[in-house]
């Protein structure tokens, strides 16, 4: 089979594809592997270690996307790549459908299959692959919070530690999942006064336990959520449901009771983010105000930090990429469970459930297409 591996287009998106050890184990394999020039460069990976490791460096976008059977990306393709869209075309990458309709109707349209990483769960429910990019985003979370509180950057001029004498800084995490557990790590390490919220009782004991009572955890309601925004100076959305867009938790109008100068990060916008107020933006303009709270909505936080992020999607995806060339897309998803959970569009189908209604569209088991 032949792979390709382009660079990301998106916006200061650093990240790559695949990393050397990964086109290593592909040739090896007997595949053939295209890398576009310079896809590498931002995580610090030359064209040459490609080179190296058997892979053939590619001059344009173009001739990637043209000879190749399986396109590995980390984030959904744009608009300017729709023309290389094909029938029979696969494509392995992040794509957050839910939020992106214009995208989905143009992979139905061209026949492209689409498998999502964000949809790879396993039979516990697991994440394997949006898992290690939620560490690195949830982490970056507090990372830029505490950096936008900060006056000069638009807000409260609160220190999230505070000093001897004077308060620490309010944190509230709506979700406890792994961005929510990262988000918290950070939070508390930096010594804010941390509030989770999640729906979960079982997600929010296990925080009790492994903080002693340092963290305050509250069960979802409209209330607690009323109650712990409207005091906070940073606030971090971190809900996601699999394939679904995201409830919106926090209205318009709790926004506008908020602090003027706290800082909102919803990590959840991929998906439509959990703030009703929250809208895309990119690292070159990361925020933007609404009734004085700040609000950041960068929707791929990991590729400010490519060199960690990339290796760490990676890891995560080369067993799936070794598996979907070994056999075939579609004999890979009917073998796995985790994988056929992955197929999002196959043969003009949505074959997603919870993509289909969030798309509003019809659903296709993937075993009828």
């Known amino acids: ?55 053939t460096v590619c001059a344009t976008a173009e001739e990637v996307w043209q000879r190749s059977a399986l396109i590995l990306k980390v984030k959904e393709p744009r608009p300017e790549e729709y023309r290389y869209f094909r029938e029979g075309l696969c494509i392995f990458t992040f794509f957050h459908l839910a939020a992106n309709p214009a995208l989905a109707d143009e992979m139905l349209k061209t026949g492209v299959t689409g498998i999502a990483y964000e949809t790879i769960v396993l039979n516990d429910g697991s994440l394997p692959i949006l898992s290690p990019m939620s560490e690195v985003a949830g982490r970056l979370a507090i990372l830029a919070g505490s950096h936008h509180l900060m006056k000069p950057y638009g807000g409260r001029g609160v220190l999230l530690p505070g000093v001897p004498g004077v308060e620490a800084g ?50 979802s309601n409209p209330h607690n959520i009323e109650e712990t925004v409207t005091r906070a100076d940073l606030v971090v959305g971190a809900v996601h449901i699999p394939g679904a867009r995201t409830p919106a938790l926090v209205t318009r109008k709790l926004v506008s009771a908020m602090k003027k100068g706290a800082v909102i990060v919803d990590v959840s916008i991929d998906q439509g983010g959990c703030i009703e107020t929250i809208r895309p933006t990119t690292h070159t303009e990361p925020v933007y105000e609404v009734d004085g709270v700040i609000h950041y909505g960068v929707t791929n936080m990991p590729g400010a930090v490519p060199r960690t992020s990339t290796f760490a999607l990676t890891n995560a995806t080369l067993p799936y990429v070794m598996s979907l060339i070994a056999n075939g897309p579609l004999k890979a998803a009917t073998g796995n469970p985790a994988i056929e959970r992955g197929v999002n569009i196959h043969n003009h189908k949505v074959t997603h459930a919870t993509v289909a209604s969030a798309l509003n569209t019809a659903y296709t088991p993937l075993h009828k297409t």
């Open 1 to 55: 089979m032949i792979i390709g591996v382009p660079k990301e287009i998106k916006e200061a998106e650093f990240r790559v594809a695949v990393v050397p050890a990964g086109v290593k184990a592909l040739t090896n394999a007997g595949h053939t592997v295209l890398v576009e020039k310079g896809a590498g460069l931002a995580s610090a990976i030359p064209d040459a270690e490609y080179e190296n490791a058997g892979a």
């Open 170 to 219: 309010r944190v509230v995490i709506l979700g406890a999942g792994v961005v929510g557990q990262n988000a918290l790590k950070m939070a508390v390490g930096l010594g804010g006064q941390v509030t989770v919220i999640d729906a979960k009782i079982q997600a929010l004991r296990r925080i009790d336990d492994i903080y002693a009572g340092r963290v305050t955890t509250l069960v």
